[in-house]
């Protein structure tokens, strides 16, 4: 009995494991971006243009971005807000149902919300760039790092096409440092919407240490004057 039930919890420990068994083992690459406001707005808009057809990241609210970004109320209707008749208060979802979706891609594309925090940015970042031409997929398109995922390229026009070998097939309107760049962007407005609060983490944090300074200070002043008369 001991042995059939640690034969189970060995097979439940390994799960995860296998799981990630089905990703390849890529290299991954760490972007190169100042997280800001301005990043994460360039990288709303990019969302907004190339992904926010099919993935939602219904966590976050539209006026969020007005509220933590600084962006424009106007611009957020106009640039980021979809479908037509989303209200500004809304969260950032989509129209299509999950069953079309499933129809339509195979598998519905996820939330990415809590993508950021779920893989990482280095994923999020190499991922977006490892699209090859497969003509043996549904889509026309692989990944190196997700092996036989259902999306297909969407950013393909701007990083253009390439083969298996990294050969391009045909070029793009961006250069590769230009690409780079734009997919940074992204992953920055990922990693604000699986944590909206880290920019105001980060804005307090000289107030947090100018507050310790003057704390140790006071109390380095206090300390000498309680024990000035024992010495």
Request: net charge positive; hydrophobic share 40%.
């Amino acid at each position: 009995m001991k042995k059939l039930i640690t034969i189970l919890l060995m097979g439940v420990m390994w799960l995860p494991a296998l799981g990630r068994a089905s990703e390849a083992a890529v290299k991954l690459d760490h972007p190169e971006y100042t997280f800001d406001r301005e990043t994460i707005q360039r990288g709303a808009k990019i969302f907004a243009e190339y992904c926010f057809t099919c993935h939602s990241v219904k966590y976050m609210r539209y006026n969020r971005l007005v509220a933590d970004l600084g962006m424009p109320e106007s611009v957020v209707k106009q640039e980021i807000m979809r479908p037509d008749g989303a209200k500004i208060n809304g969260n950032m979802t989509v129209t299509m149902s999950h069953d079309d979706a499933a129809a339509w891609f195979g598998k519905a594309p996820p939330d990415l919300s809590l993508e950021a925090r779920a893989r990482g940015v280095d994923w999020i970042y190499t991922y977006l760039r490892s699209f090859y031409r497969d003509n043996g997929r549904p889509t026309g398109w692989n990944n190196h790092v997700f092996p036989m995922v259902a999306m297909p390229n969407v950013l393909a026009p701007l990083q253009g096409e390439k083969d298996a070998n990294g050969k391009v097939i045909q070029a793009g309107s961006m250069t590769p440092q230009q690409f780079d760049k734009t997919v940074a962007d992204l992953t920055a407005f990922l990693q604000y919407v699986s944590d909206p609060s880290e920019l105001k983490r980060q804005s307090m944090g000289p107030y947090v240490l100018g507050f310790l300074l003057i704390f140790t200070i006071l109390a380095y002043l206090l300390k000498r004057e309680y024990w000035r008369d024992v010495h």
